[in-house]
């Protein structure tokens, strides 16, 4: 059975950098078949999805959050992380990693619990 | 970017009953993108249908997915309390994949 965890920090301050890291168990990261993905839920609202990383580093991210998202592999830990720099309060939100099919038909079929991440001073 | 507008925005049923939520792109979806995602309070989503008609492992039979081009439904033939919670569609298009914005499914 495939299972998937973040973590990292329950609180970033305003313009800096978030950083969460996925560790990944019962599957391995370095597999073909899939993208290794982020996803965000701000409290109460829908999902939002940020970006993924195939296991050769290939990245593809939202365009509206492409100038401050980093996600990188690494596949001797069987794990993948997330950086968003220049933080605000509009990026407080539950982060969720998710396994992603790479091939169709297309679709997030394991995720993590989540993590909230507040962004508050 | 293809925009899903699901419908009704909370839907109120009593257990036993049956439930069809709508997802309405704004342009044609390929099938094979478009999936439905079960999420509790608390919880992290489910995958419940992909490419449109397809049930995941483990999802029992009385939910089925139907549709295609611009709209797409999900419909639970007889409700169970366990059914009662928060529904997303989403789909992929042009490198980039959205979510619909819910439908909460609430107890009558």
């Known amino acids: 059975q495939v299972q998937l965890q973040e973590s990292g920090p329950g609180l970033v301050k305003p313009s800096e950098t978030l950083s969460l890291t996925c560790t990944v168990s019962g599957g391995a990261v370095s597999s073909g078949l899939y993208y290794w993905s982020w996803i965000r839920q701000p409290p109460g609202k829908g999902l939002d999805w940020i970006g993924y990383?195939?296991?050769?580093?290939?990245?593809n991210y939202n365009p509206s959050l492409k100038s401050r998202v980093t996600i990188s592999v690494d596949t001797s830990k069987n794990q993948f992380s997330l950086k968003l720099s220049s933080v605000t309060a509009a990026d407080t939100a539950v982060y969720y990693c998710a396994r992603l099919r790479a091939a169709r038909p297309l679709y997030f079929d394991y995720w993590g619990q989540g993590t909230l991440v507040p962004v508050s001073s | 970017e293809i925009v899903l507008t699901q419908s009704p925005g909370t839907l109120s049923l009593s257990p036993g009953e049956r439930a069809t939520l709508s997802c309405r792109a704004s342009q044609s979806v390929s099938s094979s993108y478009l999936a439905w995602y079960q999420q509790k309070p608390g919880q992290a989503p489910r995958l419940l249908i992909y490419?449109?008609?397809n049930r995941a492992t483990g999802i029992p039979d009385r939910f089925s997915g139907s549709g295609s081009g611009t709209d797409f439904t999900l419909t639970i033939s007889r409700l169970e309390p366990e059914d009662f919670a928060v529904y997303y569609c989403?789909?992929?298009?042009?490198?980039?994949?959205?979510f619909g914005q819910g439908t909460k499914l609430e107890i009558k």
């Open positions: 490419g449109a008609s």
């Open positions: 990383i195939y296991y050769n580093g290939n990245t």
């Open positions: 989403q789909q992929y298009d042009s490198s980039l994949y959205t």
